[in-house]
């Protein structure tokens, strides 16, 4: 399939989901957030299959915590959330490999559509590392190829539907508001409009938009959380599907002929 393709499969998939994932988030959430947990492997499975790896490279996903904080009290609007791909191995006596790590602390309270954002961000790190190993390294401790290598990664999340972003943004204030309050909610809400696209160095997109962030401050002063949510419902829009041109694409980064099996998943 050519890339567009991909993504209009991607979006077709899973923006019906969102329709019902945001009622759901409206008068269900309990069971809408052990579901997603109760799932959360499953849909990172199902999610990376859509993407090829890089030709000669052994990618292993692992999905868990940090070791510390399994049993924390971390909540996703703090700095030990993250996720990362790295290098294991990119000589011929070592071996090809990359690891890409998943945080479930960050992650496995969202559903898949809202899980897509992140994925498509890492996937993207997957083929910067096996492309430029060297320069992927360098990275830890070169801002200049760090940002370069976020806002690349962040321009791939943009050819997705923005209702995924949007989902996202959703699930996670939606997740503290029931875990810690209006005061969790706002530390969430107020973190990803104002302060996640400089966090770890910088480079990424902004998460919530002025209008959402506006709504969540009304829902707040009011005291109604529905007020958020059903903007988020009333907001939802499908986009048109990406035409395919006439003319041959050249190959996609992500897309082989055949996709393959996950190498390893560790939770």
């Not at 997740?175 to 005061?183: A, L, R, T």
């Not at 395919?244 to 390893?264: G, V």
Request: with cysteine.
């Amino acid at each position: 399939m050519e890339k567009k393709e991909i993504i209009n499969v991607i979006n077709d998939k899973y923006l019906k989901q969102i329709k019902k994932a945001r009622h759901e988030l409206k008068y269900n959430r309990k069971n809408f957030w052990k579901k997603n947990k109760d799932n959360f492997i499953n849909n990172i499975k199902t999610l990376v299959s859509f993407f090829s790896y890089p030709p000669g490279w052994r990618v292993n996903i692992i999905v868990s915590y940090f070791l510390l904080d399994k049993e924390g009290t971390s909540m996703p609007y703090d700095d030990e959330v993250w996720s990362f791909v790295d290098i294991v191995g990119a000589t011929e006596k070592q071996g090809k490999d990359l690891v890409v790590f998943f945080n479930k602390k960050d992650l496995e309270f969202l559903s898949a559509p809202a899980l897509i954002p992140l994925l498509v961000h890492e996937m993207k790190h997957v083929y910067q590392a096996a492309e430029n190993p060297k320069r992927y390294i360098e990275e830890g401790i070169n801002d200049k190829i760090h940002l370069e290598n976020e806002r690349e990664a962040e321009a791939e999340v943009k050819k997705y539907s923005d209702e995924f972003r949007k989902e996202n943004v959703l699930e996670k204030v939606l997740y503290c508001y029931d875990k810690k309050g209006w005061k969790g909610a706002k530390k969430m809400a107020y973190y990803l409009y104002a302060e996640s696209a400089d966090a770890y160095g910088g480079g990424y997109n902004q998460e919530m938009m002025k209008d959402e962030y506006e709504v969540f401050l009304k829902a707040e002063e009011e005291k109604d959380i529905d007020i958020f949510i059903d903007y988020f419902i009333n907001t939802f829009k499908k986009p048109e599907k990406i035409q395919e041109k006439t003319q041959e694409f050249e190959k996609p980064e992500f897309i082989e002929e055949n996709i393959p099996k996950l190498e390893k998943v560790v939770s």
